[in-house]
């Protein structure tokens, strides 16, 4: 079994005969997050990041070309659910970075506070995405990332509101887009050309547009980046 830095800082693959999955070195080793398998290997353990229970690592095996989450990085994250893909930004950013992560339903974040209470990077945040200005006073920016995965009709306005309201120029965003929350019966094509559209009206210039099929079905992942002054 060995393990390689992967071509993005903070992600590792790890190889074991001729199967090869992604990681990150755990920030809490012995702990299991969402019930992934931890390695050792010379004295330092990593968290196997499923590419079947995170769209970010599905985005990665599925040839993400920019990371904009690296060490020392500050994120936004919107749709945290009980933290299982924040566990490992967790581990990428490190001690020196920090990840906002806002959750709404009351009984989901209760996992994520209890994930927090663990890594002290991660600041937990029961609110609606919707409403940036509700949290605006706990996130102290500015921030580099954000990062949103809510499941919601109106993705790419929401994903906006937060850059405008938290970040400058040169900022990131990355989407996750789940075509059937937006639209039930149009087709795939029509839905991710709409919420595109919308990103590069709103002055955000995409930088990776993936298709995770088939780990992730009917998903695109979106990297955008803040390229002019938002309105
Ligand atoms: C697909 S799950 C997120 C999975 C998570 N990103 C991961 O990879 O571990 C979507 C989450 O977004 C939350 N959500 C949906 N709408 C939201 C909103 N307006 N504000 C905050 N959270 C929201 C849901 O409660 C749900 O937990």
Redo the contacts with the bound molecule.
């Keep these: 079994m060995n393990v390689f830095q992967y071509k993005f800082q903070g992600v590792y693959s790890l190889k074991d005969k001729d199967r090869t999955s992604l990681c990150t070195q755990s920030l809490t080793p012995g702990i299991r997050v969402y019930g992934e398998k931890l390695i050792t290997l010379d004295d330092n353990e990593y968290r196997i990041w499923s590419t079947r229970?995170?769209?970010?690592s599905a985005a990665i095996k599925s040839g993400l070309s920019e990371m904009p989450i690296q060490p020392g990085s500050k994120i936004l994250y919107?749709?945290?659910?009980?933290?299982?893909?924040?566990s490992h930004c967790s581990d990428i950013v490190g001690d020196k970075g920090t990840i906002y992560a806002?959750?709404?339903?009351e009984r989901?974040a209760r996992d994520l506070i209890h994930l927090a209470a663990a890594r002290s990077n991660i600041m937990p945040i029961v609110?609606?995405?919707?409403h940036p200005t509700r949290y605006a006073s706990v996130v102290a920016g500015p921030i580099e990332v954000v990062y949103q995965?809510?499941?919601?009709p109106n993705q790419a306005d929401?994903l906006y509101e937060n850059l405008k309201t938290f970040c400058s120029f040169g900022a990131w965003g990355m989407l996750?887009i789940?075509a059937r929350s937006i639209d039930s019966t149009s087709s795939l094509d029509e839905i991710y050309s709409k919420e595109i559209a919308t990103l590069d009206n709103l002055g955000l210039q995409i930088v990776d547009n993936i298709d995770l099929n088939p780990l992730e079905k009917d998903h695109r992942f979106i990297v955008c980046r803040v390229s002019e002054d938002l309105k």
């Excluded at 229970?53 to 970010?56: E, F, G, N, Q």
């Excluded at 806002?102 to 339903?105: D, L």
């Excluded at 609110?127 to 919707?130: I, K, L, N, P, V």
């Excluded at 995965?149 to 919601?152: I, P």
């Design positions: 229970r995170s769209k970010l919107l749709g945290a659910a009980s933290g299982t893909t924040v806002v959750e709404f339903s989901t609110e609606d995405a919707r995965d809510v499941a919601q929401i996750a789940k």
